[in-house]
């Protein structure tokens, strides 16, 4: 029997470095897959389609949305996000640990439908650090980083309902801890239920033979 794979949602304030630590993780360990979401914003330079993300129009989106497509979506910053729900269902089916980079609401819908599944969020140093790294990305008008740093403020009111609070200072660390507690999740009791139950099924068949 293939052991489901766990559901991970990472999230944390834009720009404290998810990407680079998804990244890491899944070239380090072959058995993660990475969901890629839909969304309505704009490919920043060197983002490809079917790789960061799918680039939809509202269009496309809202007839997702409508087609029922979506394991959960939200608007972030004047646009649509979300996660295809085929692609997640299937890698947990196949043992994958399938790891979702999504925002809070999205992350609060999630453990609503799948209560087994872990939400971790990633914190900066400090605000000061996180103002500097969005800044230094070069990507985005300054009107979008406020934006941002605004709804990195909101972003913080929800964080209680998280399972683990993790801080990138150092990338290999912050790898190796999001890794581990991963592999705890594996363990955790309601994961192994169905192996303790056929455990027992077989004892119980042992006893009766004797
Ligand atoms: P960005 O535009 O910087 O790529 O992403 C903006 C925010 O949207 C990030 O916090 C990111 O984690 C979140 N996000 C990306 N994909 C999804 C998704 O499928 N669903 C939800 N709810 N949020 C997403």
């Known amino acids: 029997m293939t052991e489901k794979g766990v559901l991970t949602v990472l999230s944390g304030f834009s720009g404290t470095g998810k990407g680079t630590v998804v990244k890491e993780l899944l070239r380090r360990y072959e058995q993660y897959a990475l969901s890629v979401s839909a969304t309505t914003r704009a490919p920043r330079e060197g983002e490809v389609h079917g790789r960061e993300y799918y680039f939809l129009t509202t269009e496309e989106f809202e007839k997702m949305i409508g087609d029922g497509a979506f394991y959960e979506y939200a608007r972030y910053v004047d646009h649509y996000y979300g996660t295809p729900r085929v692609f997640v269902e299937e890698q947990l089916q196949k043992g994958k640990d399938v790891i979702l980079e999504i925002e809070i609401q999205g992350a609060l819908e999630i453990k609503r439908q799948n209560p087994g599944c872990l939400l971790i969020f990633l914190i900066p140093p400090s605000a000061e ?55 705890s999740a594996h363990n955790r009791a309601e994961a192994k239920l169905d192996q303790v139950k056929s455990i027992r099924e077989e004892l119980k068949a042992m006893v009766k033979g004797e």
């Open 129 to 183: 650090e996180l103002k500097a790294r969005l800044a230094g990305r070069g990507t985005e008008s300054e009107e979008v980083i406020m934006a941002r740093l605004r709804r990195a403020v909101d972003e913080a009111e929800g964080v209680e309902a998280y399972d683990y609070i993790l801080e990138n200072n150092d990338l290999e660390e912050c790898v190796n801890r999001l890794h581990g507690l991963i592999g």
